[in-house]
């Protein structure tokens, strides 16, 4: 490669170091953008930075406990604390009343003690800093093969689940109520959702980093609710909206030397502002 | 006698232990309009709820026949903004029940199916409009032709027309009446504008929590009613010379 060679090509003669990285994002951008519809519809936005945040805490719990017990091997893998920190999360804001606070208080209560944890374990455990940062903002550059067989996986059985079932959770997420008296499995339903969200979000989380899994869960389906009108309609571009900000992130990043995360947080915003200066022409 | 759509046997309502009204019987047959009145708080919501199984009973049972089609017609459908809903869309989820979205495709007269609810409630050019750009009238009147899409035996309609003003709300009243006597479908009426609400119906409950009464019975008889007679002249001083019954 001559060294007068352009970022593009350079890039392009480089795929090999860039493609599993690329293929996570967009498996996570897509599912991600996918479920972001209902968590828009649910109003769950806060739902999500929250499971994100815990995800990353448990990432960050799961790197310190390495430092004192190197060898404990799968029983402090990353991915399962993440996972397992989110569900319990879930877990914990879906129970009926929660211990009498508002259901808002303590996902901000959730949102704000697993960063701020994630933020402390970063000023202790200086040698640790690049991957606290990692957690939180998507420096992820370095994809483990375990790490896309598994969104792969996770990934392709959630979006196939929710392609399949896609009227019924649509009802469910848009009228429970009408739902339940005819008889569709609301609960079970809400239930099935919220696992898979939790699941992508952390594995994404893992993977990816704090701010591109909250961006791809929130941005691709604000934007998307925004174009068009139609329920279907708006989980597809949703889905390719996510798709698009997760590998074409890694192309800003590399292009314009910019921190992955934040090159794809960046790109999943353009089509929000530029649907929200369409709509006006769109309704005129 | 043809068999009830909906029977409730001295059902007792409320939230936790504690019933907020005296047991209620009636049951409810096919054609039928019945009007639950009471004036707010008074509990009809909640036994509405409790009727359709969205609140558990505090005692006695409520039954319904098996495989039997029924429909829920809200009060206000409470819609995010951020996502996008045609008309269309929005009465074709009334096809669906039970587990029939684990069909992978919806069969292809459903958009027929959904374009004819619209047709009868006079909504036809609704169709592809967005719902949240629609007025409560219209939205209303989507609403109803979602009730009626599948066909129901019963059609539960919790105060549909609570955010109308009065010729509005007249106006969905008689389509609901129109509605019903086509498709000899049952109607549980909730309302508390209660003069429009008494012209269409043919049996009535009333209820109110405060007195602990319960008034179960046709409309000749129950009108008649203290309870019923000051909810009326309640609404007429809030509507000067709204609809009589």
Avoid at chain 2, 17 to 35: D, H, M, N, T, Y
Avoid at chain 2, 85 to 112: I, K
């Amino acid at each position: 490669m001559p060294e007068d060679a352009s970022p593009l090509a350079m890039f392009v003669a480089n795929w090999p170091l860039f493609r599993d990285p690329i293929l996570v994002a967009s498996i996570a951008g897509g599912v991600l953008g996918y479920l972001g519809v209902y968590i828009l519809a649910r109003r769950m936005v806060f739902v999500s930075a929250a499971l994100t945040q815990s995800a990353g805490f448990g990432v960050a719990v799961a790197f310190l406990l390495l430092l004192f017990f190197p060898a404990a091997g799968l029983a402090l893998d990353p991915r399962i604390w993440a996972i397992g920190m989110a569900l319990a999360t879930a877990w914990l804001l879906g129970r009926p009343a929660a211990q009498g606070a508002s259901r808002e208080g303590l996902l901000a209560l959730a949102y704000l003690f697993a960063g701020a944890c994630v933020l402390v374990m970063g000023t202790r455990f200086h040698q640790e800093t690049h991957d606290i940062e990692a957690i939180l903002f998507g420096t992820g550059v370095l994809v483990s093969p375990d790490d896309l067989a598994l969104i792969s996986v996770v990934g392709g059985l959630t979006l196939g689940l929710q392609v399949w079932w896609r009227r019924g959770f649509l009802f469910a997420s848009l009228d429970p109520e009408g739902a339940a008296v005819r008889g569709l499995p609301v609960r079970w339903l809400d239930g099935l959702l919220m696992l898979q969200i939790a699941a992508m979000v952390s594995l994404g989380t893992r993977a990816l980093g704090v701010l591109p899994v909250f961006a791809f869960s929130i941005l691709p389906a604000l934007a998307a609710s925004l174009l068009v009108r139609g329920p279907r309609t708006a989980l597809a571009v949703a889905t390719l909206l996510g798709v698009a900000c997760g590998a074409g992130g890694y192309l800003l990043a590399f292009l314009a030397e910019f921190p992955v995360g934040a090159s794809q947080t960046l790109l999943a915003a353009l089509p929000v502002f530029a649907a929200l200066g369409l709509r006006p022409l769109r309704r005129a | 006698m043809t068999e009830a759509l909906l029977t409730a046997d001295g059902l007792l309502i409320g939230f936790g232990k504690r019933p907020l009204l005296p047991p209620i019987s009636f049951a409810v047959r096919p054609g039928e309009l019945w009007l639950l009145v009471g004036r707010n708080g008074s509990g009809k919501s909640t036994l509405l709820r409790t009727l359709v199984g969205l609140v558990r009973p505090v005692g006695g049972s409520v039954s319904r026949p098996p495989g039997d089609r029924i429909a829920f017609l809200p009060q206000r459908q409470i819609r995010n903004p951020a996502i996008p809903l045609r008309s269309v869309d929005l009465v074709e989820e009334g096809l669906e029940a039970g587990w029939s979205f684990v069909r992978p495709f919806r069969r292809r007269e459903s958009a027929a199916a959904a374009l004819a609810a619209l047709a009868r409630v006079e909504a036809s050019d609704l169709a592809f409009a967005s719902f949240l750009d629609l007025s409560e009238g219209q939205r209303q009147r989507v609403l109803m032709a979602r009730a009626f899409v599948a066909r129901p035996s019963l059609v539960v309609a919790d105060e549909p027309t609570a955010a109308m003003d009065l010729l509005a709300e007249r106006e969905a009243l008689g389509l609901l009446d129109r509605s019903r006597r086509e498709a000899g479908t049952a109607v549980l009426l909730v309302s508390h504008h209660v003069p429009s609400a008494l012209a269409v119906a043919d049996r009535l409950v009333v209820v109110d929590a405060l007195e602990q009464t319960v008034v179960v019975g046709p409309r000749a008889e129950v009108a008649a009613h203290p309870l019923v007679e000051r909810l009326v002249a309640e609404a007429r001083g809030a509507w000067p010379g709204g609809v009589h019954a």
